[in-house]
């Protein structure tokens, strides 16, 4: 029984640390492009919002052939929950974004999410071949 005991408080202790851990947790609450975003234009900025403030220390645009946008990306050495970067004119194709942060408590967190920037409707319609493609017909993954 004494064992049995012993094993409620330590699962008890473990729920308790677990919690802790939850709570110190920092949220993106909002981005710019939105995660599975369909772009018809080339986005003119990248902007995070945090649910509370934080340190970027990484963050990533990553084109389909999987290389690295440059965006002038340097790491904040002050705390903020909202952070807004200009973008250069981006090429049609699917784009990742990866970043990291690090909270007031000195927790890390990482987290990515992706958009689509589909090409010009005027340059679509110069292609009778794409005409009688869609948004739902074509294919990649969301
Ligand atoms: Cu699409």
Do not use: C
Request: aromatic content about 6%; charged content about 20%; overall charge neutral.
């Amino acid at each position: 029984m004494k064992i049995l005991k012993t094993l409620k408080i330590v699962s008890a202790i473990a729920v308790l640390l677990m919690a802790t851990t939850v709570s110190a947790h920092v949220d993106l609450t909002e981005t710019v492009p939105a995660d599975e975003a369909m772009l018809m234009q080339s986005p003119a900025t990248l902007k995070q919002t945090f649910s509370a403030p934080v340190r970027m220390m990484k963050l990533s645009l990553i084109d389909a052939e999987k290389k690295a946008v440059k965006f002038g990306f340097a790491a904040s050495a002050t705390a903020a929950s909202e952070f807004e970067w200009p973008l250069p004119t981006l090429k049609e194709g699917e784009y990742q974004v990866s970043w990291i942060v690090m909270g007031q408590d000195g927790h890390k967190m990482t987290g990515d999410y992706g958009f689509m920037l589909h090409g010009d409707m005027k340059m679509e319609a110069k292609q009778p071949s794409s005409q009688s493609l869609n948004h739902q017909s074509h294919s990649h993954q969301h």
